[in-house]
């Protein structure tokens, strides 16, 4: 069973910074694409970055992009967001996505991330 758990969500003022975390829970993890997506309040569910396994090829959302930084992480199993420059429009819910060679595809339950004013 996967499991994929994100960590690192709060409140921050804008201008801020946050980094989240998402630890996977198997072996599989450095062959699988990790993204990270977000769910603003009101609003469907939106990509924000990815990285693929091999090179580790990054693309991100044109809103985040020069702000937001993913990584991973191959010997702890982790996917990390570091988020700077915060701002109120990127509060929502962040999302770690885990996609397998095969095309499992699977989600955490999100952590949520508040940008005040």
């Known amino acids: 069973q996967v499991q994929l758990v994100e960590s690192g969500g709060g409140l921050v003022q804008a201008g801020g910074s946050l980094r989240l975390s998402c630890a996977a829970s198997?072996?599989?993890?450095?062959?699988?694409?990790m993204g990270w997506y977000r769910q603003p309040p009101g609003k469907q569910r939106e990509l924000v970055a990815t990285i693929l396994p091999f090179g580790g090829r990054t693309t991100y959302a044109d809103s985040v992009k020069g702000r937001f930084t993913i990584s991973r992480d191959f010997r702890g199993n982790k996917a990390d967001l570091q988020m700077n420059d915060l701002k109120p429009e990127d509060t929502g819910r962040y999302y770690c996505n885990l996609v397998t060679q095969q095309g499992m595809d699977y989600w955490g339950k999100g952590t949520l991330v508040t940008v005040s004013s």
């Open positions: 198997i072996s599989i993890f450095s062959s699988s694409t």
